[in-house]
């Protein structure tokens, strides 16, 4: 397995996709909405609430692997 770490750390388009693809997962198991976002301390329990819950810890890491692997080429490595 081979997969290109210096240059995909070095892109910021990789480190924005790996924030959405774990934050993703947690505010649609949650139902959040931007209403709901209207303290720290919301967020903080719902942060709190995602990383107590396995399941949507799962929900996360799948989607951080879905977007490190290169869907073009054969296998996983790049």
Same mark, same amino acid.
């Given at each position: 397995?081979?997969? $290109? ?30 209403? $709901? ?40 490595? $790049?």
């Amino acid at each position: 397995m081979k997969i $290109d770490l210096k240059a995909r750390l070095k892109n910021p388009i990789f480190w924005i996709n790996n924030a959405l693809a774990f934050i993703a997962p947690i505010l649609v198991y949650y139902k959040v909405s931007s209403q $709901d976002f209207t303290s720290w301390s919301d967020v903080f329990d719902i942060t709190l609430n995602a990383l107590k819950n396995p399941y949507v810890l799962g929900l996360a890491f799948v989607s951080l692997w879905n977007n490190i692997i290169n869907p073009t080429t054969k296998g996983i490595s $790049d």
